[in-house]
């Protein structure tokens, strides 16, 4: 069974920072694209940070660009996600998504075929 399961959100002050893990299981992170998306309450899903199965092709979204970094720690299968200088703006589900092949070519989430359950990140002072 695919799954992949996130965790590291919380609740930080403006201009603070979080980490959040995305670990897989079921799958290699060498075998699929996968990356982070977020959806705010009234908002559409969008996406954060994505990257190939190779490591090689990372994409970000211009909200975040500058601000986040995503990695992968293959010995344990997880995708991470750094985001520095958090804005209220930010505030959101995060969740982790496996796309359903090895390019994700657009970080859409129509092209995730395996959704973690999401960690809500809040930021507010």
């Known amino acids: 069974q695919l799954r992949v399961v996130e965790s590291g959100g919380g609740l930080v002050q403006p201009g603070g920072s979080l980490r959040l893990s995305c670990v897989a299981s079921g799958f290699s992170l060498d075998d699929y694209a996968i990356g982070w998306f977020r959806q705010a309450p009234g908002k559409e899903r969008e996406g954060v940070a994505c990257i190939n199965d190779a490591g090689r092709v990372i994409y970000y979204s211009d909200s975040m660009k500058g601000r986040v970094t995503v990695s992968r720690d293959m010995p344990k299968n997880t995708l991470q996600l750094q985001m520095n200088n958090l804005d209220p703006e930010d505030s959101a589900v995060y969740y982790c998504?496996?796309?359903?092949?090895?390019?994700?070519?657009?970080?859409?989430?129509?092209?995730?075929?395996?959704w973690g359950q999401g960690t809500q990140v809040t930021v507010s002072s």
């Open positions: 998504g496996r796309f359903r092949s090895q390019i994700f070519g657009l970080c859409a989430p129509s092209r995730v075929g395996t």
